[in-house]
Structures are given as C-alpha cells and as structure tokens.
C-alpha cells in the first residue's frame, strides 16, 4: 500500500494486491487511508476467482512479435530491427526467458551494468523501447498486467549539445570534399558539402534534405512531405539557399535534389570529417543548432516564426537546445541595444 499523494486540492492513494492496482481519490490523506485500509482487508478476505493461467512468451520473441506487428512501419524501424538482433547479447540468457520472469531488480541489475559499457543515451533509447514492446504486450496482448521498465529510473539525460559551426570548420569540411561556394556539384563528394551548406541555410535535418525531390521544390521554399514529427512542413528559402538550388544540374535523370542514399551519405560525411581532423568535434546535426543560431543574428526572427520554419513543437528545447549564442555575441547584441 502506498502513501497517500497529494492531486491538486484532493488526495489519491493506489493499493496493489496480485498485481492489479485499485486507486482512490478523498479529500484528506487520512480518509485515504482508511480507505486503503479497508479496500485491503476486502481483497485478502474475498475469495480468490481462479486466475487464467500466464501465456510464457521470451523476451525476445516478444520483441520479435511488436516488431513484425508494429515496429517495422514506424520511423524508428531500424532501431528496432538492431535491437531485436542484438538483444541476446545485450541481455544474456534473459532473453530468452519468459516475460513473467524479467522483474524491475533485473530491469535495475541491467541498466547499471549497461552504463558501465555505453552512454547514459543509448540506454535511455533502449528502455524507452523495451517499455512499449512490454505496454504493447499489456494492453494489446494481454500477454501480461505489468511493465517491469515503468518501476525502474532512466538514467539522467545527458546534456544537449550546443556545439556550433564556425568559418574556419565550415571551410575545412568544404576543402576536404573539393568544394566551394558557387560550384557546380558534379560528383558524389560535392553533393555533400553542397547538402552541408543547404542545411546551413535551411536548418534542415539531412533526412529532410536526402528526401526531398525536384517536384518539392518551389520558388520560394521546399514541401516536406513528411518530417521527424509525422507532419508535412513548408520551408522557407533564404537568398543563399536559392543560389545553391539554382548550381543543381537540370538535366540529372535522378530526381532526388541530392542524389545520396542515407548510408552513402553517411559514409563520405563521416570519411571527410576524419580527414579533416573534425571527426571528435563536428556533427552534420550540428548545422542545425548554427543555422538557427544565425537566423536569429541576421534576420531577427521572433520565436514563433522561427519555430515554423524548422518544425519545433516545443518552444523551450528550440530556445534551450538549438539557439546556440556565445557570450561574445551576447556582447555585441546588449551593446547595439
């Protein structure tokens, strides 16, 4: 029996007993308790209707089942399939024991072993997961009545990055994939430092930009037909960001404004920043955090449009995670004020 919890102007107090919750909501915390008291006495004195026996499914076949039934047509698809293969490494012979089995001290056991090996992120991730695969198992299933990740902390959210972009990186990344201001991108290296200038201007994020194609693009801003968020979002073009679509060949039979797959992209960003010695420091995400940073500087724009053009829903993580000013600049702004 827990303690009474205070809810605004009343009480509320949850008792469990064989695994089902019963809650309760009074005006003071005694009567809460007298409450709990006598809604326990009742549970222990009833007699016991014969409970259904547990189905004994493994933790991995039910990650196995939300994947094929669920996970593989939802963006974090991927995600999902690397855990689902890796899960008996990551978790032993755990994985391959019943559902009824895995309780929130294994749930607590393996978190503290996880974050001596990855970050605090990863495992944030990875609970986050596990616990719709067990909430899908609960209320879709019925496969079970409790969620062994719900009773158990995540660990602290690392802190965001605030790292920005300044001239001399941008000009190294540009040198390194051949490439400069006003070029015609002809090979598969300048399109990715052509996407790194887009995304400067744009604050687009590069799955955005790798999707879009020649029928979203508009005099004046590009259609996203679907972004991070599962909504469609116009994006308005800065000058810079019309000259750039204005170097794109015309006469290409591939559509895509940047011919890349993910991966390829992946792999000639990651290889340049290596060579470049940015390998430890720069991240294509970071794009975002200057560009929003810069649209503040130069265009002087409020908030609320800057949030429709990169697509926040949350006001305080644009404002807190992506608007990036240095103290200097802070300087320069309160002394023009």
Known sequence: MQKPVKRGNAWRITVRYNGQR???TRDTAQECEQWAAKKLLE??????SEEKPKIHISFHSLLDQYYNEVGKTMKSAKFIAQQLKSLRKTWGPIADDSIHDLTPVKVKQWRDKRLKTVKPGTVIRQMGLYSSVFDHARKELFLT?????KEISKPPAPPARNQRISTEDELKILKGLDYEWGKIPTQPRHYVAWAFLFALETAMRKSEI???HNEHIFADFVKLKETKNGTSRDVPLTAR?????????SDVSDTRMVPHSYNSFRLLWERNLRRVGLARTIHFHDTRHEAITRFVHQYKLPVEILAKITGHKTISILVNTYYNPTASEIAKMLEVA
């Open 145 to 149: 009545k409790e969620n062994p990740f």
């Open 22 to 24: 019963h809650t309760a």
């Open 241 to 249: 960001a019309k000259e750039l679509i204005a170097l794109l060949p």
């Open 210 to 212: 790798l999707s879009i």
């Open 43 to 48: 549970l222990q004195s009833s007699p016991q």
